[in-house]
């Protein structure tokens, strides 16, 4: 496990999770790169590298000819020749990949292929190889950095256990108490003061809620005041419970599948081509393969919409095309979002079935 060659295409994460596996991870890591993937093969070498590999580059010139890759690749058998290298044939073109292919095969060296869905080492050759599953070893950083997406900020610690408490109690509660409580905490910015409307003050189910949220810690109860404690206070009331409840579900499960969850953080803010700048809920590493998670309490008529399109819209970029996208909502999507969550194969979690998000989490990824 010397020397691995591999080729790059838009799809990273079968270049590198072999590297990061400790039965295979090689001292020295080739990359055939065609001029149309420098970036790519760039960001490679940027999440690769600080993790001990040498990272070179081996150009081609053109990734279609399948004379003109087998003429490099015969050049780089024999400039390599003495540490008989391993071939990934996952990634590039298919006549990179068939002239790549055939060289190793006529000098008898190990060719393998990374299972797109079941994170598993096919050996292509010696055929006689078991297949081998891979480990669950690269964090959100490396793994972001590998697709060109540069990680500014994230937060793995949970929020604070009596946070937790409540965040995990108002998932159990009405739509009509918690877009109450959204409006409560919307109108005390930047104040940290609401005043409640007289039908609020009448309302026993809203005071209750109210006076679990004082005696938590989170507000203060004035009659027909509310005073929220701190700006986090007021922000965790107008919607970031269900951040932080999300993140508790999540917590919860990769206790319970630490081999299969890996790495797992909040609002995690990215940066990726020329200064696109975004902000995630929720993301998290299963099986090697990237899921992103958008929460939102409040109304969502129009918002649902818009996160749909966002979660559609940086699937591939952030993570390659088996990336996967959950929307969380205290309010039930109409029909025409409903639609368009199941064509853009985004998993919805809303209204009554946000108790249970823990099994819909499970269920989702396959563990349960």
Same mark, same amino acid.
């Given at each position: ?13 079968? &270049? ?71 071939? &990934? ?177 909040? &609002? ?18 299963? &099986? ?81």
């Amino acid at each position: 496990m010397r020397h691995q060659l591999c080729l790059v295409s838009q799809q990273a994460t079968p &270049n590198v999770t072999p590297v990061l596996d400790a039965g295979m991870k090689p001292q020295r890591l080739t990359l055939l790169v065609s001029p149309d993937m420098q970036a790519q093969a760039k960001a490679l070498q940027q999440a690769l590298e600080p993790g001990g590999v040498q990272v070179q580059q081996w150009p081609i010139d053109d990734a279609w000819s399948v004379e003109h890759i087998r003429q490099r690749v015969l050049d780089f058998a024999e400039t390599h020749a003495d540490e008989s290298p391993i071939l &990934n044939a996952t990634g590039g073109t298919k006549p990179m990949s068939m002239a790549a292919y055939a060289v190793f095969r006529e000098r008898d060296w190990p060719v393998f292929y990374v299972h797109p869905e079941e994170d598993r080492v096919i050996w292509l050759h010696p055929e006689s190889r078991p297949s081998k599953p891979l480990e669950d070893r690269i964090r959100l950083e490396p793994f972001l950095l590998a697709h060109g997406v540069r990680c500014e900020r994230l937060d793995r610690s949970p929020a604070a256990s009596v946070w937790q408490q409540q965040a995990a109690k108002l998932a159990r509660q009405s739509q009509h108490l918690i877009s109450a409580l959204n409006g409560l905490a919307i109108s005390a910015e930047p104040s940290l003061q609401a005043a409640m409307t007289e039908k609020q003050a009448r309302w026993s189910a809203l005071q209750g809620l109210l006076e679990q949220l004082d005696a938590a810690g989170i507000l203060q109860l004035q009659q027909h005041h509310v005073q929220f404690i701190s700006e986090e206070a007021r922000f965790f009331a107008c919607g970031g419970w269900l951040e932080d409840y999300a993140f508790l579900c999540l917590q919860k499960l990769r206790s319970r599948f630490p081999h299969a969850i890996h790495d797992a953080a909040r &609002n995690v803010q990215v940066q990726r081509g020329e200064g696109v700048s975004n902000e995630i809920d929720v993301a998290f590493l299963c &099986n090697n393969q990237l899921h992103i998670i958008e929460c939102k309490s409040g109304q969502i008529s129009k918002k649902a919409t818009d996160m749909l399109y966002k979660l559609d819209s940086l699937r591939q970029p952030l993570g390659g095309i088996r990336t996967r996208a959950m929307f969380i909502s205290v309010r039930t999507p109409g029909q025409a979002d409903e639609k368009r969550a199941s064509e853009s194969r985004t998993q919805l979690c809303c209204g009554k079935q946000l108790s249970a998000l823990e099994v819909t989490l499970a269920d989702w990824l396959k563990l349960a």
